[in-house]
């Protein structure tokens, strides 16, 4: 895979542990320690179940195009948080953010995807996450709180 | 005298019993989905232990994980179930397999309908129809069903087993309780297989959560296996009401990055 600085780039490798990268059956299949950003034209949409696919063509840095898959999360759970069939028009440029595949191939697993408009959309194990991480900041203060009393 | 009377008939029509459902059941019927994200919800998201679950819970409230991310504390429940709450349950030769490589055996990347426990504890849309003689159960994954025979019967002479098995089922108080036989050997979402002599009792309560009267559903599945358990492992989940979801069909289903 070539490093583009162009419609592509690539993060660095994060040390932060995601939660939503215990929740991902796919370890072996993308590469959940790290991030590429993709910008590009979206050329077909299967909001399908079990998992959802985004095609997108992609410039890289010699001019050339080059076709990209962003994977996610299937129907189920897209449908809950928004994501309709018709949530991209035609040939609409997006920012999609995800882990990299693990074999070299031009697919990552979504984390999140922001529309032309500016729209965002982020993995719905993602959003899950703060809530959850706000819920345990709260129960730790009661628990801190009632054990001072 | 008139609304008197309208007053009586509504009454008498309350009392009357819905057609094709017995008196004195819990209403379970609808569709459930998942819970809002909560700590324990969402480590039991695809099925949990239940000793695992309370693992989770006893350091969530402990003071002295006040400064530890969920992550972190999510990490050690599970480590706890993958290395001890699991394993103290399994036989030798469960042990032998346990955990399975995931990566070298993916189990959601896998393009084939799943086996009997991840099936039962699927997250997503779920849907449940009561009727006299059955109830019947529709998952959004996979759109599998099944059907709970609660007429008594046994498995026909020339049954045999399955991915889902034969289920029969039977109402204790509030709880609908389901006895599995017959499922076909499989692996788990939680590392271990099963043999074919898996037995799973399934206990689906209605309570009362935050926001809400009645509106979620627990599992409590109990299973037992003479070749991989050497005692009963308890497992569950939990669903929320979600009378606006929808269950799609699968379609095209492709293995992620293939």
Known sequence: MKSFIGGVFILSAYLLTSIAQAH???RGVFDFS??????????K?????????VFMEVVNENGETEQWVVEAPGKLSLARRGWTDDMFGDREVITATGNPSSTGKMAIWLEDLVLNDGTKFIDPLVSDDEAIEAERRDRAQRAAEQSNN | MHRGLITITLLVCAQLPIPG??????????????????AEDAFCHV????????????????????????????????????????????????LESFPMNRSAAPLSTACDPWGFTRQVLAPHAFEITQHE????FYYSEWTARRTIFLDGRKPPA????????????????????????GINANSSNAGFAHSDQLSVT?????????????????????LQDPVTFQKPLHMGRAWTWAPSEEIYPYESCIVPSD
């Open chain 2, 133 to 136: 003689d059955r109830v019947s």
């Open chain 1, 45 to 53: 949409f299967d909001l399908l179940n079990p998992h959802a696919r």
């Open chain 2, 202 to 222: 399934e206990r689906y309560t209605r309570v009362d959560d935050r926001g809400g009267t009645g509106n979620r559903l627990e599992v409590e599945a109990i």
């Open chain 1, 34 to 43: 790290k991030h590429t950003t993709l910008r590009g034209t979206v050329v």
């Open chain 2, 21 to 38: 459902m017995a008196q004195n059941v819990p209403d379970l019927s609808g569709m459930w989905s998942d819970p809002p994200p909560r």
């Open chain 2, 47 to 94: 099925g949990c232990t239940i000793e695992g679950r309370n693992y989770l819970t006893q350091i969530l409230d402990d003071p002295a994980n006040i400064d530890r991310p969920y992550a972190e504390l999510r990490e050690e429940a599970e480590q706890k179930q993958l290395t001890e709450i699991i394993p103290s349950h399994l036989t030798p030769v469960a």
């Open chain 2, 158 to 181: 020339d049954f045999e087993s399955s991915l889902l098995g034969f289920s029969v089922g039977h109402y204790e108080g509030d709880t609908l309780v389901v006895e599995t036989i």
């Open chain 1, 24 to 26: 991902h059956s796919f």
